[in-house]
C-alpha cells in the first residue's frame, strides 16, 4: 500500500496535504530515495573533465616533450640568416655596418643567398664578395659563379672554392688573427695601415702581391681583379672600429660602384641555384625514427589509457519513508521562501487528481477545466479559477489557505 504524507501544518508552513504533497514524486509511490549526502552516489558514474585530465597528463606530456625536443633540434641545427659576415645581420660576427658604411658612400650593395640572385644582380664592372664558401661547395655552383663579370673578393675561401675561382692560389700555414701592419705596396692596405687579420696565409702565384704576411693577397686573373682574404674578422660588426680595420674593409669592398654581397646563409642543392629544403637537410633515415616514436607513443597511449565499463546499477542504501520526503521539501520551499514553487506543486497535483475525473476529452486548456470544476461542483467559475491558476500566495498563511481550498475542491470533485 503506498503511504501517505502528513496534512500540512502551520508550524512547516510549506509542507504539502497529504492528498497532493505526495503526488508527482517518486517517494509518494514508494520508491526507495537516498539520503541527501549520498545523492552523488545513486548516480552513474560518468567521465569528468578533471578525470579525463588525469588519465591522459602523462601521454600528453611525453607527447609534447617529444615534440618540443624535435623542434629545437631542428631551430638549433638549422643554419639561419644573421651569422657570420651576414650583410643585413647586426649580430657581432655581422657585416651590416660595413654594408651601412658603403651605402653612405654611394655604393650599391646587392645581398645574395644564392648563386641564382648573384647571377641576377652581378653587371660588368661590379665586385663580387663571396664569403661562407663551405655552403657553396658544388662544383656546378662554383662554375656558375666563376663564370659571372667584375672582380672577385673571397673571404676565407675553401679549398675547392679557392681552386675554382682564383687559379693558381694555394692555402699555406694557419695565422693568428691579431692586429698587423701590411708590409705591401696594395694601396687598399697601405692607407689602412694596421688591421685585425691573419688566419690563413697564402701563396701567391706569379706577379701578385701579399699583404699582412700573406692574409691578404691580390692580383689579376682571367683579365680581372681577384682578392683572397685568410680573414673576415676586420670587416664583422664587432670589430669594424678598431685598427684601420673599417678603412680596409671599405677600401676592399667598396672599389667598385656595385657590389654583390653573396653570403649563403644554408647549403644549396647541387646545380638548382636553390636553397636546400628542411627536407633535403634531415637524415637519411629520419623518417622511419618518427614511425618508430609515433608507433611506441601509441603503444604508450593504449596502454596507460583506462577505458570505462558499462553502467552498473547499484542498489539504494536507503528506503525514506514519503512523509518524511514531503516534509524534507516543504521545510526546503519555506528557508527559500518559495512560495510560488509550492504554490505550484500543490495545484499541479491536485490537477492530476481532478482532471481524470472530470472525463474530459480533446484538448484539455485552464478555462475548459474551470468550467467542468464548476457545472461538477456548483461552485462559481471564478473562484474555482483562482483555486487552480490563480496568482502564488503572499505569505505562509495564504499558502496553508490555498492547500486547503484545494483540498476541499477536489473531495467536492470526488464526491459529486
Given amino acids: 500500500m503506498i503511504p501517505d504524507a502528513p496534512a500540512p501544518s502551520p508550524s512547516t508552513g510549506a509542507a504539502p496535504s497529504s492528498s497532493t504533497g505526495a503526488a508527482g514524486s517518486p517517494a509518494a509511490a514508494g520508491v526507495p530515495v537516498p539520503p541527501a549526502g549520498d545523492a552523488a552516489a545513486s548516480r552513474p558514474a560518468s567521465p569528468r573533465t578533471a578525470d579525463i585530465w ?86 656546378s655552383l662554383l662554375r656558375e659563379i666563376a663564370s659571372l663579370p667584375g672582380d672577385r673578393l673571397l673571404v676565407e675561401p675553401v679549398t675547392q672554392a679557392l681552386q675554382e675561382l682564383a687559379p693558381g692560389v694555394s692555402a699555406g700555414a694557419l695565422t693568428d688573427v691579431k692586429s698587423r701592419a701590411p708590409e705591401c705596396r696594395i694601396p687598399a692596405a697601405v692607407k689602412a695601415d694596421t688591421a685585425m687579420i691573419g688566419g690563413i696565409s697564402y701563396n ?46 671599405m677600401n676592399l669592398a667598396g672599389s667598385r660602384p656595385v657590389v654583390v654581397w653573396l653570403v649563403p646563409s644554408v647549403p644549396q642543392i647541387q646545380g638548382s641555384g636553390e636553397r636546400a629544403s628542411l627536407q633535403d637537410l634531415l637524415p637519411a633515415g629520419i623518417g622511419w625514427a ?104 503572499l505569505d505562509d498563511a495564504g499558502l496553508v489557505a490555498l492547500a486547503g481550498d484545494l483540498d476541499i475542491l477536489e473531495r467536492q470533485v470526488r464526491d459529486s
Fill in 204 to 249: 701567391p702565384p706569379q706577379g701578385w702581391t701579399g699583404c699582412y704576411n700573406g692574409s691578404l693577397i691580390s692580383g689579376t686573373a682571367d683579365g680581372r681583379t681577384v682578392t683572397v682574404l685568410g680573414s673576415g674578422e676586420f670587416m664583422t660588426n664587432r670589430r669594424l672600429a678598431g685598427d684601420g680595420d673599417a678603412a680596409l674593409a
Fill in 54 to 139: 588525469r588519465r591522459w597528463r602523462g601521454v600528453l606530456g611525453v607527447l609534447a616533450a617529444m615534440i618540443l625536443i624535435a623542434t629545437a633540434t631542428v631551430l638549433l641545427s638549422q643554419p639561419r640568416p644573421g651569422g657570420y659576415l651576414d650583410p643585413e645581420a647586426t649580430t657581432p660576427g655581422g657585416a651590416h655596418a660595413l654594408v651601412q658604411l658603403l651605402r653612405d658612400q654611394g655604393v650599391d650593395v646587392r645581398p645574395a643567398r644564392t648563386a641564382g640572385e648573384a647571377r641576377a644582380q652581378a653587371v660588368p664592372g661590379s665586385l663580387l664578395l663571396v664569403g661562407r664558401t663551405e655552403f657553396l661547395a658544388e662544383e
Fill in 290 to 393: 618518427a614511425l618508430h616514436l609515433l608507433v611506441a607513443a601509441l603503444l604508450v597511449a593504449l596502454w596507460r589509457g583506462r577505458r570505462l565499463g558499462p553502467v552498473v546499477a547499484e542498489r539504494l542504501p536507503v528506503v525514506v519513508r514519503a512523509s518524511e520526503t514531503a516534509e524534507g521539501r516543504g521545510r526546503l520551499y519555506r528557508s527559500r521562501k518559495a512560495r510560488d514553487r509550492a504554490a505550484a506543486a500543490l495545484r499541479s497535483a491536485a490537477l492530476e487528481r481532478i482532471v481524470p475525473r472530470l472525463g474530459l476529452a480533446g484538448e484539455i486548456t485552464p478555462a475548459g477545466v474551470v468550467a467542468a470544476v464548476a457545472t461538477r461542483t456548483g461552485q462559481d467559475a471564478q473562484q474555482a479559477g483562482a483555486v487552480l491558476y490563480g496568482a502564488a500566495p
